[in-house]
Nanobody, 126 residues
Framework: QVPVVQSEGGSVQTGGSLRLSCTISVYKHLTKCMGWFRQYPGKSREGVAAISTSTGTTDYADSVVGRFTISQENDGNTVYLQMNNLKPEDTAMYYC???????????????????WGEGTQVTVSS
């Protein structure tokens, strides 16, 4: 069973919206941190947003504040990334990740998260 399953991404025009989802089959009964990250070709993964499944506290990268929203289902095993007002610079491979070690705030440092999804492509055209 794949531990982290992501929805498909998509292609939109500038100003459009997409919603990504991520469902985990591990750490299901633990309070944890779940996050979204993205990676540009040839670059390291960068944090986008994170959420504490116990408190709902969220963290965002400065570049997405006011445009992206991370949320979760009540069971804390599915998270969403609602992306609005998308820009061409949001084009990247997006990854969902989970860290079973609860902390506040969760933070968006990729090194904190040991378990990753396979990624999904988001493309924003101008």
């Amino acid at each position: 069973q794949v531990p982290v399953v992501q929805s498909e991404g998509g292609s939109v025009q500038t100003g459009g919206s997409l919603r990504l989802s991520c469902t985990i089959s591990v750490y299901k009964h633990l309070t944890k941190c779940m996050g979204w990250f993205r990676q540009y070709p040839g670059k390291s993964r960068e944090g986008v947003a994170a959420i504490s499944t116990s408190t709902g506290t969220t963290d965002y990268a400065d570049s997405v504040v006011g445009r992206f929203t991370i949320s979760q289902e009540n069971d804390g095993n599915t998270v969403y990334l609602q992306m609005n007002n998308l820009k061409p610079e949001d084009t990247a491979m997006y990854y969902c990740a989970v860290d079973p070690r609860p902390r506040e705030p969760c933070g968006v440092r990729a090194a904190f998260y040991p378990t990753w999804g396979e990624g999904t492509q988001v493309t924003v055209s101008s």
